[in-house]
Nanobody
Framework: QVQLVESGGGLVESGGSLRLSCAAS????????IDWFRQAPGKEREGVSC???????YYQDSVKGRFTISRDNANNTVYLQMNSLKPEDTAVYYC?????????????WGQGTQVTVSS
């Protein structure tokens, strides 16, 4: 069964850190770019970060310098290290496969993990 599973979300104080994981099963992540999206209540989903199959990384301006995306192909997992978290980072975070960063062909999605940052 093809599946992406996010984990690592939770409640953290402003300025704190969390590391999200996106683990794949039933297929290998190697050839895919992986996008991280988030959706806050009442807001549209937005792209946060992406890592291409060759390891190139991209970030939304609001998270640059605070978030780091990485991939561990041996463990079929992509990570999103989130530091200096702010209340405006509160959202459900999703990972998804893509052909290339920014391509928008998100065939596989995880179920999401809640991140809540208290002020």
């Amino acid at each position: 069964q093809v599946q992406l599973v996010e984990s690592g979300g939770g409640l953290v104080e402003s300025g704190g850190s969390l590391r999200l994981s996106c683990a794949a099963s039933g297929f290998t992540l190697d050839p895919y770019a992986i996008d991280w999206f988030r959706q806050a209540p009442g807001k549209e989903r937005e792209g946060v970060s992406c890592i291409s199959s060759d390891g190139s990384t991209y970030y939304q301006d609001s998270v640059k310098g605070r978030f780091t995306i990485s991939r561990d192909n041996a463990n079929n997992t992509v990570y999103l290290q989130m530091n200096s978290l702010k209340p405006e980072d509160t959202a459900v975070y999703y990972c998804a496969t893509d052909l290339f960063c920014g391509w928008g062909k998100n065939d596989h999605w995880g179920q999401g993990t809640q991140v809540t940052v208290s002020s």
